[in-house]
């Protein structure tokens, strides 16, 4: 073999050994990808494990403090254990209505940590100023805030702002299951919960205190179940007249310009129209219990009459309007005054969830109203009693996921 054929046969050699050694790097390079995407891969599905551990330690906590209890569980020097690892969940509860769990989940090389923030609402459907089925409309100038009955007089607690931003307490929640609507400075001092797939809007030097979150699932309003009782003929009140304890069924009630008729609880009183006229006074003695009034067609309050118990508590006046101006548009349910000094008041729960009520301006109840829809007009004062569900019975809580977020591990 000549010495030129030699040296290409060399040359060949030694490119192959070239290839076969740059194979060789990049087979290792390959081995050392692939291994690290494993071993990433394994990672993550193993962060992903003990996020899913965390998230249903906090759900056995959630559902614990539901159930009355603290919320946690385990420690962590004795956490709980499971097949995908152990966890522990701690409570805070520092925060007055407030409840804090942080959930802490490891397995062998991975940790986790979730904190869920819980707060204490109630479920009673006296938890609102107002309440608006299907809507909510706030007209400007229009104010709304919450005192206790059975503290002070609301005189004596609003002693918060000045001028038309005088007010008493913050816990004057509206709400609704459909829109709200906010005109030009009308206050809320409390919460304002639309519906969850609807919509609030506040309009210019408008505003509210605490928090536009839309409410996490509606309220139902359940129907008026009237009681039946023979009639007594109509009852027109024609002197200041009181009226024994028991249970009546007038078929139109009117009580006259200025005279006060005082109801003694406990009574059931249902009529088809009810009348109050210019000056007239229905007055509720709850020395021995409250007053239920259902109302089956016309509610009508005209300028300067007063409802009210002896004792200003409005839950002593429940007023029941099953009436439906909203199919039926000839059923009056009038809420009317003439100014602001005629002193046209009412103490008491208001449902009515058929009818759309609309009070009218410089009208004033102090206690709840909840209806099929809510029209709160210009100069409307709406002051919620924070003791109303507890005189209603129905004081019940419940506890309601705020916020979730990852925190470190220890």
Not at 146 to 173: I, K, L, P, R
Not at 326 to 353: C, E, H, Q, R
Request: aromatic share 8%; glycine share 8%; hydrophobic share 40%.
């Amino acid at each position: 073999m000549d010495a030129a054929a030699k040296e290409r046969r060399g040359s060949a050699l030694v490119m192959s050994l070239v290839c076969v050694g740059a194979l060789a790097s990049v087979s290792v390079v390959m081995v050392a990808i692939s291994s690290a995407a494993m071993n990433e891969q394994r990672a993550a599905t193993e962060r992903v494990n003990v996020e899913y551990l965390a998230q249903a330690g906090l759900e056995v906590g959630l559902a614990a403090v539901r159930a009355g209890g603290v919320g946690s569980l385990g420690s962590q020097s004795q956490p709980v254990a499971s097949e995908s690892g152990t966890f522990w969940v701690a409570a805070d509860d520092s925060t007055p209505g407030m409840k804090v769990l942080t959930a802490t989940a490891r397995d062998d090389r991975t940790a986790a940590g979730l904190e869920l923030t819980l707060r204490q609402v109630s479920t009673s459907q006296w938890r609102y100023a107002a309440f608006g089925d299907l809507s909510l409309h706030i007209d400007s100038n229009a104010r709304v805030d919450s005192y206790s009955s059975h503290a002070t007089s609301y005189a004596a607690q609003a002693v918060n702002g000045a001028g038309s931003d005088q007010h008493a307490n913050s816990d004057g929640d509206v709400g609704s299951n459909g829109n709200i609507t906010m005109d030009q400075n009308s206050k809320v001092w409390g919460d304002a919960a639309c519906g969850h797939e609807s919509t609030i809007s506040i309009l210019v030097n408008a505003f509210v205190t605490g928090s536009t979150t839309p409410a996490s699932e509606p309220m139902a309003l359940d129907p008026i179940v009237v009681p039946a009782y023979a009639s007594a003929g109509n009852k027109t009140i024609t002197a200041n007249t009181t009226i024994a304890a028991g249970d009546y069924y007038w078929p139109n009630f009117i009580c006259n310009n200025n005279k006060t008729v005082t109801l003694t609880g406990p009574s059931n009183i249902v009529v088809n129209n009810f009348t109050l006229r210019a000056g007239a006074s229905f007055v509720v003695d709850p020395t021995s219990g409250p007053v239920n009034l259902y109302v089956i067609d016309n509610f009508v309050l005209n300028s300067n009459s007063q409802l009210y118990s002896t004792r200003y508590y409005p839950g002593d006046l429940r007023v029941n309007l099953v009436s439906d101006n909203i199919a039926d548009p000839d059923v009056a349910i009038v809420l009317d005054t003439i100014d602001f000094a005629s002193n046209t008041k009412m103490w008491g729960a208001l449902y009515a969830p058929n009818a759309l009520v609309n009070i009218d301006s410089n009208f004033e109840l102090f206690g709840s109203l909840i209806a099929r829809q809510v029209d709160l007009d210009s100069n409307g004062f709406i002051h919620f009693d924070e003791d109303l569900a507890a005189d209603m019975g129905s004081l019940t809580f419940e506890w309601q996921k705020v916020a979730c977020r990852k925190v470190a591990c220890d």
